[in-house]
């Protein structure tokens, strides 16, 4: 897993966040590891490890799914 793509995240609280957030972003192709560092009511960071590039719009498309927002930077 060479590629770490380093996302920002709001909205979430607790460990059932963390764990949703997981599970969305496990599910597209190509990610082999996600990491949370959870902020709880803060921008969290959640870094997804893979090999090859990923599709940065499912990316953010997985995080929605899961009930919580991507921010900019
Ligand atoms: Mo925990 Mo997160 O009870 O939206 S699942 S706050």
Redesign the pocket.
């Given at each position: 897993s060479a590629i770490n793509e380093e996302l920002l995240v709001t909205?979430?609280?607790?460990a059932?966040?963390v764990a949703?957030v997981r599970e969305e972003l496990s599910e597209i192709d190509g990610v082999e590891a996600v990491s949370v560092d959870l902020v709880a009511g803060g921008t969290s960071h959640v870094t997804v490890h893979s090999a090859t590039p990923l599709d940065d719009d499912a990316l953010t498309a997985a995080i929605e799914e899961a009930?919580y927002t991507r921010v900019s930077a």
């Open positions: 909205g979430m609280t607790c059932h966040c949703s009930g």
